[in-house]
């Protein structure tokens, strides 16, 4: 089995900033790529940062220059700096891994559970 657990989500006053970590464990023979998400009340489930296993990154327009997307591949963790929040940052964040659990198996996703993020104006 594969878990993904998030850690570092709270609440925090608008121009503040909050570091959340996520780490996978389990059966994992290589992660191909890991990502935050974000899903608040009433809208979709959105993209906020990937990063693939050579270090490229991707970044949700509205996450650009304020959150900084970051990996240990050692410890199969990723991280997500989030500066100068927003109130409409506010949401649930998902941790999201592409994984091979075996070198000949094919990749699958996994989700962490979440972490609140909430931010008051």
């Known amino acids: 089995q594969v878990q993904l657990v998030e850690s570092g989500g709270g609440l925090v006053q608008a121009g503040g900033s909050l570091r959340l970590s996520c780490v996978a464990s389990?059966?994992?023979?290589?992660?191909?790529?890991m990502g935050w998400y974000r899903q608040a009340p009433g809208k979709q489930r959105e993209l906020v940062a990937a990063?693939?296993?050579?270090?490229?990154?991707n970044y949700a327009d509205s996450a650009k220059g304020r959150f900084t997307i970051s990996r240990d591949n050692a410890k199969n963790m990723v991280y997500l700096q989030m500066n100068s929040l927003k109130p409409e940052d506010t949401a649930v964040y998902y941790c999201n891994a592409n994984l091979k659990r075996t070198n000949s198996g094919p990749p699958y996703t996994y989700w962490g559970q979440g972490t609140q993020v909430t931010v008051s104006s």
């Open positions: 389990g059966t994992i023979f290589s992660i191909n790529a």
């Open positions: 990063i693939i296993s050579g270090g490229t990154t």
